[in-house]
């Protein structure tokens, strides 16, 4: 991609901080149609406010004075998880025990970092790492954890640039544990099949659990919606151990491990 180009999509505030990787894969994804730049470019930024309508906006900039329950109950991305954190982390990380320092790799953090109060109230000594898409959410998650001295920190990074992460994971000590909350429409719409790809490439970190999470309601209005994300449990029966499968919020879980890991 065009550097020249990436600088005009990006101009606009909302958009300023996404990484080139993204930006670069919605680009060439109109590679076939018969458009101008700009028609072009308009397209691009209409799919990129899409995919990232529940993780960004102009309302991420007024947010380091608010607080990090008026920050979760806001967020799109939280919201409906606000009222079942105790009880997802609770069923997610109860099998670690409370005595040894737990590492959390969040893919896709989003503002999720704001929970980290609830590690804290349920006992866990946890360690945070997440890698975010968005810079305006990086930056104030980050001012987040050092106002807080909270053990933690966000990077910049597109969950594209797979190498680099998967770099980040292998280095996480254990026990270790990766989230990965509604993200993988994202990474659908971005590039087909890239969710098993990513699967498959952290299949030997040695990471003692991963937790992917889909919506089952919508955001907006709270209406169900079936969703049966037959690939992706197809694909997790094949490779991995699947060891939890529940819905709270509006929010299915699945929990599965590396079957060379499963005890």
């Known amino acids: 991609m065009d550097k020249d180009i990436y600088d005009k999509i990006v101009k606009k505030k909302e958009f300023s901080e996404i990484p080139i990787e993204d930006v670069e894969r919605i680009w060439n994804s109109f590679d076939s149609k018969d458009l101008v730049d700009e028609e072009r470019i308009k397209k691009v930024r209409d799919l990129l406010r ?63 970092g704001f929970s980290y109060d609830f590690f804290k109230e349920l006992g866990y000594n946890v360690t945070y790492t997440g890698v975010e898409a968005l810079g305006q959410l990086v930056n104030i998650t980050n001012l987040f954890f ?41 990474l659908e719409t971005l590039e087909r099949n890239y969710t098993l790809k990513f699967l498959e490439s952290i299949k030997n970190s040695g990471a ?12 907006l209005k709270r209406k169900k919606f079936f969703v049966q994300r037959t690939w ?20 299915r879980y699945l929990v599965f491990t590396n079957q060379l890991y499963v005890k």
Not at 163 to 172: F, G, H, P, T, Y
């Open 50 to 112: 899409i995919i990232y309508s529940g993780f960004g906006g102009r309302k991420i900039l007024v947010w380091k004075n608010k607080s990090a329950e008026e920050i979760l109950k806001k967020h799109l991305s939280t919201r409906e998880r606000y009222d079942y954190y105790e009880e997802i982390y609770e069923r997610l990380l109860k099998s670690f025990g409370k005595s040894k320092e737990l590492n959390i790799i969040d893919l896709g953090s989003g503002a999720n």
């Open 232 to 251: 992706l449990i197809n694909f997790l029966k094949d490779n991995f151990e699947i060891i939890d499968d529940f819905t709270l919020g509006g929010e």
């Open 208 to 219: 003692d659990k991963i937790v992917i999470s889909f919506a089952t309601e919508s955001w």
């Open 146 to 186: 050092k106002t807080n001295k909270i053990k933690g920190i966000v990077y910049h990074k597109s969950l594209f640039e797979k190498d680099k992460v998967i770099e980040m994971i292998n280095r996480a000590k254990k026990p270790k544990i990766i989230f990965m909350f509604k993200v993988i429409d994202a």
